[in-house]
């Protein structure tokens, strides 16, 4: 790479921030300027590109372990993720995770999309049109098409899966020593929309299932192109591309590799949520004390 992409790709990380977050809002004269970026500020934003991970040879991964997460949108930590759910009256810059994944996916920019966390089975958007839209007919549309009539739409309903039905993601990810930087490191594989069975979507308690897994790397460009909300410093916004890397949200282990075939953590401990969560934290412990021992002669 030439040093002049080096200090471009590093000086749009500095700038993106307040580019995104407000930008032009000081000095427009009239609302509709507000969002008109510089010549300069485009010329940087088409440059800035999600920094790439850097080359892993598998001889220099001296221990690994994969982990499945569950990132609670209940937990204020996590709110960047799952607000707006409402966009009518926000503008366009702003939009929940939910929201940015599924214009990727319509758009063609996230091509891997996937049924399970393993990215056995390949989807399209199509293929997942039935975990997210329901449509149904009511009795009166079921007596028309009885009748051979042609049925009304005011008696067709449809339910589409939205931002707010959105009730947690679940991510797959590795950490990994890596024993040329001394260092131990994670990276994200995957993550999943998590949200109620949109056939059962209406009962009291649904069961929550997801949507579809999408394979992390393919799509780190609509998320650093979608900013979330930094609730400490609106002028300085954070990309969903650097939230997720940064792992800056609360998650908890449901499920790691093991030789009971990657069992989750509830299917060996039944009905205690209590014990889950401590078993979650055990698992975690012993992930961040493996580098700490590498250090004990």
């Not at 599924?102 to 049924?115: D, F, L, V």
């Not at 209590?274 to 961040?288: A, G, H, T, V, Y």
């Amino acid at each position: 790479m030439k040093w002049n992409q080096i200090l471009i790709g590093v000086f749009g990380l500095l700038i993106t921030g307040s580019v995104m977050g407000q930008a032009n809002m000081l000095n427009a004269t009239s609302p509709d300027q507000i969002g008109q970026l510089s010549e300069g500020e485009k010329a940087v934003k088409k440059e800035s590109k999600p920094l790439p991970y850097g080359f892993v040879d598998d001889r220099d991964v001296l221990w690994s372990k994969n982990t499945w997460e569950i990132i609670d949108l209940d937990e204020r930590v996590n709110f960047p993720m799952y607000y707006p759910i409402d966009t009518n009256n926000i503008g366009s810059n702003r939009r929940s995770l939910y929201d940015v994944l599924m214009t990727g996916i319509k758009s063609g920019k996230i091509k891997n999309i996937y049924a399970d966390s393993y990215f056995n089975e390949k989807r399209t958007l199509s293929d997942i049109s039935a975990a997210i839209s329901k449509i149904d007919t009511t009795d009166l549309g079921v007596e028309q098409y009885n009748a051979g009539e042609e049925i009304d739409q005011q008696f067709i309903d449809r339910r589409d899966i939205t931002s707010a039905d959105i009730a947690e993601y679940h991510i797959r990810g590795m950490w990994y020593f890596d024993k040329r930087m001394a260092e131990l490191k994670y990276r994200i594989l995957g993550i999943a929309p998590v949200a109620p069975d949109v056939n059962f979507i209406d009962e009291e308690v649904p069961a929550l299932v997801e949507l579809f897994w999408v394979w992390f790397p393919d799509a780190r460009e609509v998320l650093f192109d979608n900013n979330a909300f930094n609730g400490s410093n609106t002028a300085q916004s954070i990309t969903f591309d650097h939230l997720l890397n940064a792992r800056r949200f609360s998650a908890v282990i449901y499920k790691e590799d093991n030789v009971q075939g990657d069992r989750e953590v509830d299917e060996y401990i039944a009905e205690n949520a209590f014990m889950q969560l401590l078993e979650s934290q055990r698992i975690k412990e012993q992930i961040r004390n493996f580098e700490q021992d590498m250090w004990n002669y």
